[in-house]
């Protein structure tokens, strides 16, 4: 984000990045299946022949309490919707809108939903009836709130058992609640701040968020829309949380439309026509072989589109449910991650259950509310890569001048590296870091064993001596500012200055030399 700016730091006058829309939901672990929803049966004396007759009484009451707790806290009682096609989030911005509603509950809509639940079958084995799943339509009701910190935001309870339900907050929601609290001067539409007097503190605020403990918060919403819920369940069971979608939005805010739309058009054609298969699939950390191709056995299937978006364009990739894109609204730009399966991302941390003496492992990010912080790194660094990468657009400052500096000796801890020599004895090296398939997951020595081992770097050297040579020269790199090493790992990632250098010098060896020499005069 920081190279993007400076690309553009004449037009952009602030930047803040931070969670939009995030969506979790909650289930009840022992009623998830079908062995654990009779046992609860047996322990309320409730047959299984008459569990449908005791779930719609007790279905019945919950809408009848939460329609008299509708009347009194916002003067209506459930509105009921014929079909889930009607956006409910428009309906109570125009009731907001309407009623001039400034916090608190603004309505309550219900709707014939699709919903798991269970039924009672006759079993032939045992003789009687047994519960079973099953997808069927039942009523699900849409509370609408303007909440006093978290802004407009949404629950959805499903009124059939097992009560499955959904929070949607929205991080921008809670930004304006938490800059109008702090006084900070801003102007917003919708969830895009077009003006924010103090993007540091706005920043800070937005950091704050990763803080919260969630299931404590999202534990306090069960008992508004859910008054009943000890009652007709047994008072010990509570909900688990899942942190089911995430955006993750990174917004540079430009002085005014006209200067955004200025950069728009080659923007859009810099990032479609370098989102290449392989890029995509790298934005989104997903694996690749040395010849930069999915493996044989993967299964990710990658989509590109671009379409008109509200007032601008929106460039979207995808990759596995989750994507990343780039759009513009009035005088703000976005770059938004979107994780839906975030199985598909590795982060280091513990099993579940797992000792904090005991060392962290590479494994799948999980969905709970545990790894939202994980998921908030995921998050940010997608974004990184793809910003990055549209920071290459354009770039007008000499290379002479990155040359210059590589071609010093640098000195670090006291002690003193060589010069690169990035056209001769280092071309091979730095063509090699400089390849897609190292851009998002970083090299190894055992990568680049692999990528110079018929190459002219390794003439002469057995098995062993490449490997230490190539650990000195990835020493040399990170003096340069080539590379960097990840934190708890024997891996590298190139740098803004590495980009740029490999960029550079791709470039300078696949020009010829007419071009070379228009170039020069």
């Known amino acids: 984000m920081k190279k993007l700016i400076e690309r553009f730091s004449d037009l952009v006058k602030g930047s803040i990045s931070g969670f939009d829309r995030i969506v979790f939901k909650g289930y009840i672990l022992p009623l998830m299946a079908a062995k654990g929803a009779m046992s609860f049966c047996l322990t309320k004396g409730i047959l299984n022949k008459d569990y449908k007759k005791w779930m719609l009484e007790q279905t019945s009451r919950l809408v009848q309490t939460v329609d008299q707790y509708a009347k009194e806290a916002c003067g209506k009682g459930i509105v009921h919707i014929p079909t889930w096609r009607i956006r409910k989030e428009q309906l109570a911005h125009e009731r907001q809108q309407a009623e001039q509603i400034e916090n608190g509950l603004i309505g309550v809509w219900s709707c014939l939903e ?10 032939e084995k045992t ?23 978290f802004g407009f935001m949404n629950i959805r309870l499903q009124t059939w058992f097992p009560y499955h339900i959904q929070i949607c907050l929205n991080g921008r929601q809670w930004l304006r609640r938490s800059l109008a609290q702090e006084g900070v001067d801003f102007l917003a539409k919708g969830n895009k701040f077009l003006r924010i007097s103090d993007c540091q503190k706005a920043q800070r605020l937005l950091d704050k968020q990763l803080d919260v403990r969630f299931a404590k918060a999202l534990d306090g919403f069960v008992p508004i829309v859910f008054p009943m819920m000890s ?12 942190m089911w979608q995430s955006e993750w939005a990174s917004d540079l805010i430009f002085d005014s439309p006209r200067d955004l739309d200025s950069i728009m058009d080659s923007l859009l054609r810099h990032a ?89 492992s590479r494994l799948p990010l999980r969905k709970g509310v545990m790894d939202i912080g994980l998921r908030a790194i995921i998050s940010r660094e997608v974004n990184e890569r793809f910003m990055n990468d549209l920071s290459m657009l354009r770039d007008e400052s000499p290379a002479r001048k990155l040359i210059d500096e590589i071609t010093c000796r640098p000195t670090q801890n006291g002690r003193q590296f060589r010069a690169l020599d990035p056209t001769g004895k280092d071309r091979e090296l730095l063509q090699s870091i400089g390849s897609p398939e190292f851009r998002i997951s970083g090299l190894t020595n055992k990568m680049l064993h692999q990528k110079l081992s018929d190459a002219r770097f390794a003439s002469g050297r057995t098995g062993k001596q490449l490997s ?18 990840l934190p708890k790992q024997n891996r590298y990632q190139l740098t803004i200055k590495g980009m740029k250098l490999t960029n550079i010098l791709n470039a300078f060896l696949a020009a010829s030399t007419e071009k070379l020499m228009e170039i020069a005069a």
């Open 114 to 123: 699709s919903g798991a639940s269970y039924r009672a079958c006759y079993c």
């Open 231 to 242: 009652e007709t369940l047994s008072p010990g069971l509570s909900y688990y949380w899942t």
């Open 468 to 485: 230490a040579k190539i650990s000195r020269s990835l020493q040399l790199l990170r003096a340069h500012g080539i590379i960097r090493k």
């Open 272 to 360: 479609h026509m370098t989102g290449t298969s392989a890029r995509v699939l790298r934005y989104l950390d997903r694996p690749l072989t040395i010849a930069d191709k999915p493996f044989a056995r993967s299964k990710d299937e990658v989509s590109t589109r671009l379409t008109d978006f509200n007032d601008g364009i929106r460039l979207r990739h995808w990759v596995d449910n989750n994507s990343v894109k780039v759009y513009n609204e009035q005088n703000v730009l976005r770059v938004e991650t979107t994780i839906n399966n975030p199985g598909k991302f590795r982060v280091f941390r513990r099993k579940q259950g797992q000792s904090s003496d005991e060392p962290k």
């Open 127 to 149: 003789g009687h009836a047994r519960l079973q799943n099953y997808q069927t339509r039942c009523k699900h009701l849409y509370f609408y709130f303007d909440h006093n910190d």
